[in-house]
């Protein structure tokens, strides 16, 4: 039985990259869009057509899946204005994070966290994992740092409207410690959140690694690691996660950010690398501002861009998505939670060629899986999960311009 139609929302274009069967759902190919007549039946969009009778025109406006935001830090966020510090290398930053760390009161982590939510709402993100920072306290892993509590309160107020992950963020050394990588799993799975680490050259990352994998199968748990976080060929720590992974055949989704030291390192030990990460069927999440404000410091001018070997990855059918890191914070002082904008700086700094409908999966479809979840494409979705920009290119919408302002589809449909 055909479901009762809706509606038919007049003119439109979609992505021809947000269809996974283009030739079934219709419509008219103009360049890398799908243009024509939308057909909504039972709450879902059934199809297009190239022309004829229409409820309403929507005047070539865009139809798109919404973002997610595979990786922000909601605790840190929106410190700059009061830290007392010039900008400087990875370390650096990291100790002007933690003497701001006084200043995380209640109030003023939800105000900023907050804050986060509403820019990525704005923006059409409706799925976020933000890392949050752990203090590691080897005889009480049962502590939660208030931020977490905090996050957690603010996900299920925002429950409905955007769908917000916590993971861990501590060190890996920490985690070396078997009895404390255990009780910290179960406060993790406890309270339904990623297990994540850093993992740059502490002598203990094999030992944590090995825990956090036992671990997270234990209690079915996503990982997440912030990894090889600088340029040095000595970091090696993608390809430690990648061997884990497959020496004990993990199935969980894991995802690693950075790797930035992937694309600077020799031809051949890179090429292994993304080998073995594709085999490991590792996510990969590249985090172009952090990485070109943070990499390659020290001498007047940068000239590697800190960033992973992002086009090469894709290539080898590594699931890449971008992320948006850090916004305004030690970090990096500059930005907004606006996935749309991380892929423009992505754009840039990887040197990705239109069309831009081609890079749109990086933060929609890619980033989803690489949290463990899948967005639908707009073939077969609830008018509900989608969204209409006021613009009908994407050029605008990924600039962030003037009409990058978007509603659920669900809101154009003639009542009754
Ligand atoms: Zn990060």
């Known amino acids: ?17 947000l269809v996974a069967d283009p030739a079934r759902f219709g419509g008219r190919r103009d360049r890398d869009y799908l243009a024509g007549n939308l057909i909504v039946r039972g709450g879902l969009v059934a199809g297009m057509t190239q022309d004829g009778p229409a409820d309403i025109d929507l005047d070539g406006r865009l139809v798109t899946t919404p973002f997610v935001e595979p990786h922000c830090h909601l605790d840190k966020c929106f410190t700059i204005e009061r830290l007392d510090f010039a900008g400087g290398r990875l370390l650096d930053a990291i100790a002007a994070q933690a003497a701001d760390k006084s200043n995380w009161t209640y109030d003023d982590l939800r105000a900023r966290a907050e804050r986060g939510i509403r820019e990525m709402v704005a923006a059409g993100t409706r799925l976020v994992r933000t890392h949050i920072d752990w203090e590691v306290d080897m005889r009480d892993a049962d502590r939660l740092p208030l931020a977490w509590r905090v996050i957690g309160e603010l996900a299920g107020e925002w429950r409905g409207q955007i769908a917000i992950q916590r993971a861990v963020l501590l060190p890996i050394a920490a985690m070396a410690d078997v009895d404390y990588a255990q009780a910290i799993g179960r406060v993790i799975a406890q309270s339904g959140g990623v297990l994540g680490a850093f993992v740059f050259d502490q002598p203990e990352r094999v030992a944590g690694i090995r825990n956090m994998f036992g671990v997270a199968a234990r209690h079915g748990l996503a990982l997440d690691f912030h990894v090889d976080e600088g340029l040095s060929p000595e970091l090696d720590g993608l390809e430690l996660i990648a061997r884990e992974a497959i020496r004990i055949g993990h199935v969980g989704p894991v995802l690693c950010g950075h790797a930035c030291n992937l694309a600077v390192i020799e031809t051949d030990v890179q090429k292994q690398r993304i080998e073995l990460t594709a085999r490991a069927g590792l996510s990969v999440v590249a985090l172009p501002s952090s990485n070109l404000y943070l990499q390659d410091r020290g001498r007047s001018i940068p000239r590697e861009r800190g960033l992973t070997a992002v086009a090469d990855l894709l290539a080898a059918g590594v699931n890449v998505a971008f992320g948006t ?29 239109p069309p831009l409908g081609d890079r749109l999966p990086l933060v929609m479809q890619n980033a989803a899986k690489a949290l463990g979840q899948s967005l639908h494409s707009v073939d077969g979705s609830s008018v509900d999960a989608l969204l209409i920009w006021e613009t009908g290119q994407l050029a605008e919408l990924v600039s962030g311009g003037m009409q990058a302002r978007c509603c659920s589809l669900r809101e154009t449909l003639p009542a009754g």
């Open 1 to 17: 039985m055909t479901a009762r139609l809706d509606a038919v929302l007049g003119n439109v274009r979609v992505p021809a990259s």
């Open 325 to 353: 890191d850090n916004v305004q914070d030690a970090f990096c002082p500059v930005g907004i939670h606006d996935p749309k904008r991380t892929l423009a700086m992505g754009v840039l700094a990887a040197h990705l060629k």
